[in-house]
């Protein structure tokens, strides 16, 4: 019976990408390297204007020409050039070489330096809003499957029964660190550059912060020299370290779903159809599992990407471009799995390996007095551990199952392990119904999660308590992404505001 249909990620950012909706839409321009250099001469205009840096007379027709500009690159087909001195010659020839004064105190440094904060910022908004859809469909379905028994593996092996939800929630916490770390990353990329010129600043007196607060940014650099030279340099080994642990997370995640996926019998199967799967061309009855191929290939490849920046940053002098490309490091933060994840867990059949496994009997062993567990029932631990490891020597280790008869860690073991030293342990009838799984009785294996009882475990009380928090925290950090975005909106919209008012006042 398949219970569960979910979507899983990968790479970068571990992420699914919500293309649909968006599609109905007209696109509007890309907020690229064309797209802040626009901001920043239309911010240019109004501020030097206002200050008396810019003749009033002659503001009106500069802002004419760069408005011209934009227009024509946001255009189906229009140029859209990414650098300084690429993008004037477009100035000059839309509104002459007096908009060239609209150049006075700065420079390409610090004018590339802002675009690509500018750019890093808004990758870092997308892949937390990504992230934080995956996480919720995590959270979702552990909600679904907190009473869900699977396996859990230490070590490559079958441990201990556990909640699916629960080992969902693990997976949820690691990536809500990865979101903690997008929000502190946040901070210190959200800096404007713009006004130090190439290192040491200007004897223009350009108003930074007003600059900064047009262009949406919390705040500016404050050394001229690490604003072009240092700052610029070290963002991208920043973001690649957050984009390298989620996809190790998301890696994490699929090897283990390939554990047992690989197995005669898997419990968790991937939905056929979409390239969720494929058919080998020599081995019709496979079901290659290419989508997970795919995502591991993905957070591979993210990882890879993330490496690049700390290579290219190493042993530079200050300044150099080597670790600044915008594409490569936009690539870095987008790169993730285009494909949707549809996994069907088989409760029937993740059952069956706790018992084959002996898995639950850590149940059993926990109320033994090895580790001060029991007062009552004097047993040093290395004798109480002995049955179960004679059960795992005759069972998966010499190809059988466990034996149909009655497992006593009362009687010990000596009757399913010739040979092997038998001890008199204390135990109650109620014990061994919570504690080792009977092949007589499969059921069993849920006693274990269920009465666990330190915190964070599987037991019901604790599962309310960890998805009331875990929802909690994906709707701080949706509302983090959504104030954001809207700050940058806002400062930007302004700026479309009191430009619109200069492009339009009268010649004086």
């Known amino acids: 019976m398949r219970i569960s249909l979910f979507r899983t990620a990968s790479a970068a950012a571990c992420l699914l990408a919500g293309l649909g909706a968006a599609a109905q839409q007209p696109a509007p321009a890309p907020r690229d390297e064309f797209f802040w250099l626009g901001q920043i001469n239309k911010a240019t205009a109004v ?277 600044k490309s915008v594409p490569a490091n936009s690539a870095m933060v987008k790169e993730r799995h285009h494909g949707a994840a549809r996994l069907a867990a088989h409760p029937r059949r993740a059952g069956h390996q706790p018992r084959a496994s002996a898995g639950g009997a850590q149940q059993r062993l926990d109320r033994e007095p090895g580790a001060g567990r029991r007062a009552d029932a004097q047993v040093p631990a290395a004798v109480s551990h002995r049955p179960p490891f004679r059960l795992r020597d005759r069972g998966p280790c010499q190809g059988a199952r466990p034996p149909p008869a009655r497992f006593s860690l009362r009687r010990g073991a000596p009757h399913l392990c010739p040979g092997g030293a038998g001890h008199a342990l204390p135990a109650r009838a109620a014990d061994e119904r919570e504690g080792i799984p009977q092949h007589a009785r499969p059921g069993d294996h849920r006693a274990q999660p269920r009465n666990r009882a330190t915190a964070g475990g599987p037991q019901p009380a604790e599962m309310q308590r960890m998805l009331a928090e875990a929802r909690g925290r994906l709707v701080r950090q949706q509302d983090w992404v959504s104030e954001k975005r809207g700050f940058i909106d806002a400062s930007l919209a302004r700026l479309d505001r009191d430009f619109d008012r200069l492009r339009t006042a009268p010649d004086r």
């Not at 770390?181 to 946040?186: D, F, G, N, T, V």
């Not at 959200?190 to 912060?209: A, E, F, I, Y």
């Not at 607060?213 to 340099?233: E, H, M, P, R, S």
């Open 47 to 323: 501020i030097n204007t206002e200050a008396g840096l810019l003749d009033r007379a002659l503001a009106p027709r500069l802002a004419a020409g760069v408005a011209q500009v934009i227009d024509a690159g946001n255009r189906p087909g229009g140029r859209r050039p990414g650098t300084v001195i690429t993008f004037e010659p477009l100035l000059i020839e839309a509104a002459g070489p007096e908009v060239t004064l609209l150049h006075a105190g700065r420079s390409s440094q610090d004018m590339h330096a802002t675009f690509r904060a500018a750019i890093l910022r808004d990758d870092l908004l997308a892949l937390a809003d990504q992230l934080d859809k995956t996480t919720a469909t995590l959270v979702a379905l552990a909600e679904r499957h907190a009473g869900t028994i699977v396996p859990n593996y230490t070590n490559g092996v079958a441990a201990q029964p556990n909640s699916y939800g629960h080992y969902l929630l693990g997976h949820a916490a690691g990536l809500a660190r990865d979101a903690d770390r997008i929000r502190e990353a946040y901070v210190r990329t959200d800096r404007s550059p713009m006004g130090t010129t190439v290192l040491n600043g200007t004897s223009w007196p350009l108003d930074r912060n007003r600059m900064a607060a047009y262009l949406g940014f919390g705040a500016t650099v404050d050394n001229a020299y690490d604003a072009a030279q240092i700052f610029t340099g070290e963002r991208a080994v920043e973001v690649g370290s957050i984009v390298a642990s989620i996809a190790l997370h998301a890696g994490a995640f699929i090897e283990d779903v390939m554990t047992q996926y690989a197995q005669p019998r898997p419990w968790i199967l991937l939905q056929e159809g979409g390239g969720n799967t494929y058919v080998s061309s020599a081995m019709p009855q496979k079901r290659n599992p290419g989508l997970l191929n795919a995502t591991r290939r993905e957070a591979s490849t993210a990882i890879t990407l993330a490496q690049g920046t700390v290579i290219q940053a190493h042993n530079i002098p200050p300044g150099m471009d080597d670790p």
